[in-house]
Every structure is written in structure tokens, then in C-alpha cells.
């Protein structure tokens, strides 16, 4: 579990970029924020330090109905810790839905943005980048949470989410046509090849998407 942040590491956090994340603070500050996992070090130079979807959470914390600086932060995606986790549907136990989830997802999307323009060499925020390809169906039902479709609940009705046997791929199930059409054109829009397939068993639409490479 990821400890909270002391309160001269607090300063530094606060004092970031609002719209990149950058951090200026000593070597020794910065340094302890990558250990806890609040930043991380560009590779290129000047090797700059910016704030993880972990260090988003805890500046945003001060924000109305979010947890008190002292509280536990909660990382922004599975990547930052594990704390968030999008909604793949069909879970036993949803996350409850209203302004503080809206508010959690959207950072964890504007974070999964910064690590695609911080970590794809040409610093593209229009495709995938590397932690999205190896935790694919988190990714793609970031995407869709982030742009408003609704996650299958108890009902089965909305999107679900699932891990395939081709490498790369996932499939996303939605029992209504046109929402599984606007589904396609959101992960299009997020970087994903989308293509449209029948269930060989039940005949029913599904999508199959993979994260774009070019």
C-alpha cells in the first residue's frame, strides 16, 4: 500500500504544472517521489520529473468531495498502484456510480493521456502507449468509462469488457447495435483498431480491438 505523502513532499506535489505534471523541487525531493511512485524521470533529456496518475491523485485531493490530504491516496490506474480500476462491466460488486467516481475516472483518463505523451518515443497522445499494451482490457474500458458509455451491470445491459486468446486484442460485447457502434468510434478515436465480428455461437455482434501501433 502506497504511503501518503509528507507534507514537504505535499509542497512539491501542489506546485506542479497544472496541464503536464512537471515537477521542480531538489534532487533528493524528486528522488523520494519516484520511490514512492508520485513521479517518475523522463528518459531524454533534460530528464525532466513529472507527476504519475498516482501524484495527479493526491494534488487533485484537495478538491471538493475528495479525500483529505492526510487520507489514503488512491493512484489514478492500475499501473499507478492498482487502487483505480475501470469498469469492464459486469462486476459483482460496481463501484457506485455519481460525481466523485466521474471525477476519478476523468483523472485517471487526462493521466493514461500524460503517460502516452511522456512514454511513446514521439510523444503522441493520439495512440497506445506500452502500459496499455500490456493491460489491454483495463485500457480499453478506461476509454470507454472516460467517454461516457455505460459499463453492463446486473442486467447485462451496457458494455463488457474481455481479455481474448489473440495477442493484442480484446473483445467488447454491448447488446444494443448502435451502442456498440458508438463504442467502436470511441476507441477508434482513443488509438484502437476496431473491427466489428459474430459470435460463432450465439451470432451475436461483437467488437475486437487492438491498440494502433502507427
Known amino acids: 500500500m502506497t504511503r501518503p505523502p509528507t507534507a514537504a513532499q505535499r509542497r512539491v506535489i501542489d506546485a506542479a504544472d497544472p496541464v503536464t505534471g512537471r515537477l521542480r523541487g531538489t534532487e533528493a525531493q524528486l528522488a523520494a517521489l519516484v520511490k514512492c511512485g508520485f513521479a517518475f524521470r523522463h528518459p531524454r533529456p533534460p530528464h525532466d ?28 490506474t492500475p499501473a499507478a498502484g492498482g487502487g483505480f480500476a475501470a469498469r469492464v462491466g459486469g462486476e459483482e460488486e460496481p463501484p457506485d456510480a455519481g460525481p466523485a467516481r466521474m471525477r476519478e475516472v476523468r483523472s485517471a483518463w487526462q493521466g493514461l493521456l500524460e503517460l502516452r505523451r511522456m512514454t511513446n518515443p514521439d510523444g503522441a497522445m493520439d495512440r497506445p502507449c506500452g ?13 470507454l468509462e472516460a467517454d461516457g458509455h455505460r459499463p453492463a451491470g446486473a442486467d447485462l445491459v451496457g458494455y463488457r469488457v474481455r481479455a481474448t486468446p ?12 448502435a451502442a456498440l457502434r458508438a463504442c467502436a468510434a470511441t476507441l477508434e478515436a482513443a488509438g484502437w483498431q476496431v473491427g466489428e465480428h459474430n459470435d460463432p455461437r450465439s451470432r451475436a455482434r461483437y467488437l475486437l480491438a487492438s491498440p494502433r501501433r502507427a
Not at 520529473?49 to 489514478?76: N, Q, S, V, W, Y
Not at 489473440?166 to 447495435?177: G, I, L, S, T
Request: net charge negative.
Open 49 to 76: 520529473h513529472f507527476l504519475t496518475p498516482a501524484g495527479h491523485r493526491i494534488r487533485e485531493a484537495e478538491e471538493p468531495g475528495t479525500p483529505a490530504p492526510g487520507a489514503e491516496p488512491k493512484p489514478e
Open 166 to 177: 489473440q495477442p493484442e486484442a480484446v473483445a467488447v460485447h454491448e447488446p444494443e447495435p
Open 131 to 143: 502500459w496499455e499494451r500490456t493491460h489491454l482490457v483495463q485500457a480499453a474500458a478506461l476509454a
